[in-house]
């Protein structure tokens, strides 16, 4: 027979400072996918509003109708 190869525990030291990069590494990954998401919705509905803010801020002070109509 063959003879049996005990497997160390004492590699687990090595490993464990891999598996926090890579725990750290899947988290930041999670987080801005999570922060893109939000910042294209942030985006997405606030885009108009924020140029009919601008447009009522500046000089002359246009009123709304004129702002939103296409002419």
């Not at 003879?3 to 987080?31: I, L, N, Q």
């Amino acid at each position: 027979m063959a003879p049996k190869v005990a497997k160390g525990k004492g590699k687990a030291g090595k490993g464990s400072k891999g598996a926090e990069d890579a725990s750290v590494t899947k988290r930041v990954k999670v987080w801005s996918t999570w922060a893109m998401k939000k910042a294209k919705v942030v985006a997405h509905y606030g885009f108009i509003p924020l140029i009919i803010v601008i447009g009522m801020n500046s000089e002359p002070k246009p009123q709304l109708s004129q702002l939103l109509s296409p002419v």
